[in-house]
DNA sequence: TTGTATGCGTTATCAG
DNA sequence: CTGATAACGCATACAA
């Protein structure tokens, strides 16, 4: 404690916390000896009596199922999505000083320890992205009084803060592309339909298709993995061999989409138009490059931290959404 | 507290910590009403007293200049080389009950308000990834008392705990492979030749070749971007029409490299073969899947995480590094 | 405007 | 083996 010159803790105190009811000219002297003697207010007393800790959780739950190959982790991380989610919360997050824990909740053990961490006070409040419908941890975490924002619209409607994306309009600008570029026989290959994501880019896409007098979508269920993009791709060629045109409901499938066209001889885009959804790095590194809609993660993340720390600061807020409107980026295959 | 059943906190705390010296039957009835009342120790209280966070930093130290397009966040946080970090870290940290705090230091700015979060006790150790040679944060950091483990070798040799990939052996592998194939006239895209990793990796290849008796062998600077890569690709291609083999310092400006070569109709590999380092995601998703050095990135992140919690119960603990052999990946382009 | 005194929730020391 | 009690380092209500 920086006493050596003759102030109290408490006006040190008052100069770190910028308290305005301080004389300047011993503020001045302060901050001198702060300067000097490189002193900086331990984080863990602080805490302890403005219980905060200027920290955030980042979370995302995810049950593990989805994968086979390969540790869940490699997955997850790995996917550009995670990295877009992190570059959107930190641009919010890091101005105001706050810090980012990521955590990972995979199964029912993870969650327990999750849940712990929590109750311990770790965090400020928690963002998190629930992949499955019945997922029992945003519940949890709101009935722990924590502040939370959840990355898409909650399976069943309760009073929780969320963003999302118009998945429903997202799919209709594909459908709306595929049809005006003259595609008579398309089939959809949809993400796993236990998450509502996947249901609405499907609902949004047969409804478009709809519209424009195309009643019969065929669809296979993928999980949102490059290789399920293979598997779909290849059982709707094998199913509809004339098909001219396809709606993969992320990136990664329809990349594994066009591996399979191309070792079919088909051409991207003349033979079969291929539209994505995400606009993630893979749609620009695939060959040829995906025409995909493109899902605003980065500035959707931002909104999901700047709502999550008005809460923190008034935790009487009411719960509040955002829904973000998707747009279409055209690129070569399609 | 649950010091409703009549049992000093000092008890308490007791069982919680697993001090064997307690009474089994006491131990019960605590347990018994930890359960019931669903206490958890305060996490700020706690540290305030043991001087122990339960969590580490993984910094990830990169000048922002190697960027020119898009923010500096999606970058980093996109590429697979930080999700392959994050895997293998947590893999290590989560089964202790350790939190992984993410952090980025690109610029001087970003450098300071670090150090003042590191110095506040936030955490107990840091993992630190320092693309460039001349960065002073991980110094500072030891100055600092607080336990750090390197990912890469230092620049300038100092007592720092670190664990590494024998790049030279990787590069090595690579240019026996390319003169197995028969490769005549190859060249190489480094990266940028102020980090010690492409620095070590045009030397180990150039060995490599040379041994095989190709004494010249070109080489264009990348940035480890995919755009350089296609630059770079470009340029060699220019001066060097006969082209028939090209080792890339990494994967992403291979990917860049197939993309030209595929535009000026050759064909890989039977035209120019083509070799990445890393055996990134972008190695399998790239048409054709690339051949590749593989820097076992998850094992040797998991050894920074062992070593740095090594170091965090032993502050006494001598400075260890790890060196990793890599291994070569052979898929199509090469 | 500034200093004093108290409490935040644990762990650790030391008697008992 | 267990219970008081003293730190831990800060913020803050209250007094001056």
């Keep these: 404690m920086a006493k050596t010159i003759g102030v109290s803790r408490a006006t040190v105190s008052r100069v770190i916390n910028k308290v305005p009811t301080?004389?300047?000219v011993l503020r001045q002297t302060v901050e001198r000896a702060i300067e000097a003697?490189?002193?900086?207010p331990n984080q863990a007393a602080r805490s302890l009596v403005t219980r905060r800790t200027d920290s955030v959780a980042l979370v995302i739950s995810e049950?593990?199922?989805?994968?086979f190959d390969d540790p869940f982790f490699g997955r997850v991380f790995t996917d550009p999505f995670f990295g877009r989610m992190v570059s959107g919360a930190m641009s919010v997050l890091r101005p105001l000083g706050i810090q980012l824990v990521l955590m990972l909740a995979e199964n029912a053990d993870a969650r327990a320890k999750l849940m712990t961490y929590l109750r311990?006070?770790?965090?400020d409040g928690v963002i998190i992205d629930s992949t499955h419908l019945d997922d029992p941890l945003p519940q949890q975490i709101v009935e722990l009084g924590l502040p939370i924002v959840l990355c898409g619209r909650p399976a069943k409607p309760y009073p929780i803060s969320y963003v999302d994306v118009d998945h429903q309009s997202g799919a209709r600008l594909a459908a709306?592309?595929?049809v005006a570029r003259g595609c008579q026989?398309?089939?959809t290959i949809s993400g796993p339909l236990d998450m509502s994501a996947a249901q609405d880019r499907l609902?949004?896409?047969r409804a478009g298709m709809a519209q424009h007098g195309h009643a019969y979508i065929p669809c296979v269920e993928g999980n949102f993995t490059v290789e399920s993009g293979e598997r779909a791709m290849e059982q709707l060629l094998d199913e509809h061999p004339r098909l001219d045109g396809v709606f993969a409901a992320n990136d990664l499938m329809a990349q594994g989409a066009l591996t399979v066209l191309a070792a079919r001889g088909r051409r991207v885009p003349q033979d079969v138009a291929v539209i994505g959804f995400d606009d993630s790095s893979a749609a620009v590194s695939s060959r040829p490059p995906l025409t995909t809609v493109r899902q605003p993660?980065?500035?959707?993340?931002a909104a999901m931290a700047r709502n999550l720390m008005n809460h923190v600061e008034d935790a009487e807020l009411r719960v509040s959404s955002h829904i973000f409107e998707p747009t279409l980026v055209i690129r070569e295959s399609a």
């Design 185 to 187: 026989e398309v089939g």
């Design 120 to 123: 311990q006070g770790h965090v």
């Design 176 to 178: 709306d592309h595929l």
């Design 63 to 67: 049950p593990e199922h989805r994968h």
């Design 203 to 205: 609902t949004g896409f």
């Design 37 to 40: 003697t490189g002193y900086v």
């Design 22 to 24: 301080v004389d300047p």
């Design 297 to 301: 993660l980065e500035d959707m993340a």
